[in-house]
């Protein structure tokens, strides 16, 4: 595609549900990375894919969270028993060249 | 840790002024920094980057100036204009160290006023 999409756009949800989160990289970007922003703050580091190899998942912040890309392209982040500090906006981005970063819009999960 | 620091939450500047927006970090193995821009609701937006072998890179109203002794770089624009209120993020990586993950600072909230 054009651009990076990334779905649902807003997610409500409850404490203790699981959520997941779906992103579609550009065509052909090797790379795909999740961060999250929460209220005030930068943008968080969470997970790195990068081709066929093992993924780089130094920053995930607990074992509630875990991504897959399958096929090399789409990739989904999974949240398991959502708590209220995992109200964030989590954004994807994929890339051709090394550090220059193609965002997505961004999912805004508010967990109630 | 936080390891890439932007220590002003926000900046006002008048129309056509010179903006300057800093960033500090820690680690030494940093070799190449971008800045991105973002605007509410959007991802943020690559605008321009440095490598560490090079002090200065400028692309038309932007030009980001790295000091390497004092861990420290900024991001010039001018002149300024009401399209560059948006927040702005500066990032490092380690690239000679095979790292590809950007590392963020906490962002600066650009407000161009009229």
């Known amino acids: 595609g054009a651009g990076v999409s990334q779905s649902p756009s807003n997610k409500v949800t409850e404490k203790g549900k699981d959520v997941e989160l779906r992103c579609d990289p550009i065509?052909?970007?090797?790379?795909l990375y999740w961060y999250r922003q929460s209220l005030g703050q930068g943008l968080e580091f969470l997970i790195y894919?990068?081709?066929?190899?093992?993924?780089?998942k130094s920053g995930l912040p607990s074992d509630r969270f875990s991504a897959e890309r399958t096929g090399g392209s789409v990739s989904t982040l999974t949240i398991q028993r959502t708590q209220q500090e995992d109200s964030a906006v989590y954004l994807c981005?994929?890339?051709?060249?090394?550090?220059?970063?193609?965002f997505g819009a961004g999912s805004r999960l508010t967990v109630l | 840790d936080q390891q890439v620091k932007q220590n002003s939450p926000s900046l006002s500047v008048q129309e056509g002024r010179i903006s300057i927006l800093n960033c500090d970090y820690t680690?030494?193995?940093?070799?190449?920094f971008l800045w991105y821009k973002k605007y509410p609701a959007e991802g943020p937006t690559f605008l321009i980057s440095?490598?560490?072998?090079?002090d200065k890179n400028e692309d038309g109203r932007f030009t980001v100036f790295l000091n390497k002794s004092a861990k420290h770089l900024s991001l010039h624009i001018v002149p300024s204009q009401p399209g560059d209120s948006a927040v702005y993020f500066c990032?490092?990586?380690?690239?000679?160290?095979?790292?590809?993950?950007?590392?963020f600072g906490q962002g600066t909230r650009l407000t161009i006023n009229p």
């Open positions: 981005a994929s890339s051709l060249m090394a550090n220059v970063l193609t």
């Open positions: 680690n030494s193995m940093f070799d190449y």
């Open positions: 990032a490092a990586s380690a690239q000679g160290q095979g790292a590809q993950k950007l590392v």
């Open positions: 440095i490598s560490s072998i090079k």
């Open positions: 065509s052909g970007h090797t790379a």
């Open positions: 894919f990068q081709g066929n190899s093992a993924p780089d």
